[in-house]
């Protein structure tokens, strides 16, 4: 599956960012996708992520601020990032489970990333 993720930008704090992930060569209902992020310095790590049946989950830090969804027929997952914090700033990618899984313990496929930079 290709994945490019789209929508980063540089923005200030509290302010928000769409950003999206379209997919190609295979559906995202087949894998559960997941927007992950990582910061200068520091391990990659889960943001939030949609199931193949449309379950979500997030991250801690992420909820209450973040949502992720897709569109089908779009073939697209979005994450809405609303009250960003310079804590947030970092690369974002998107990244397929393998086929028929629920979870990232391996990822089947990264998009090439876009950075989010928040500014205080």
């Known amino acids: 599956v290709e994945l490019v993720e789209s929508g980063g930008g540089l923005v200030e704090t509290g302010e928000s960012l769409r950003l999206s992930c379209a997919a190609s060569?295979?559906?995202?209902?087949?894998?559960?996708m997941g927007w992950f992020r990582q910061a200068p310095g520091k391990q990659r790590e889960l943001v939030a992520a949609?199931?193949?049946?449309?379950?979500?989950a997030y991250n801690h830090f992420a909820k209450g601020r973040f949502t992720v969804s897709r569109d089908v027929a779009k073939n697209t997952v979005y994450l809405q990032m609303n009250n960003l914090k310079p804590e947030d700033t970092a690369v974002y990618y998107c990244?397929?489970?393998?086929?028929?899984?629920?979870?990232?313990?391996?990822?089947?496929?990264w998009g090439q990333g876009t950075q989010v930079t928040v500014s205080s």
């Open positions: 990244g397929t489970s393998l086929p028929g899984r629920s979870t990232f313990d391996r990822v089947g496929d």
């Open positions: 949609i199931t193949s049946d449309g379950t979500t």
């Open positions: 060569g295979g559906t995202v209902t087949t894998y559960a």
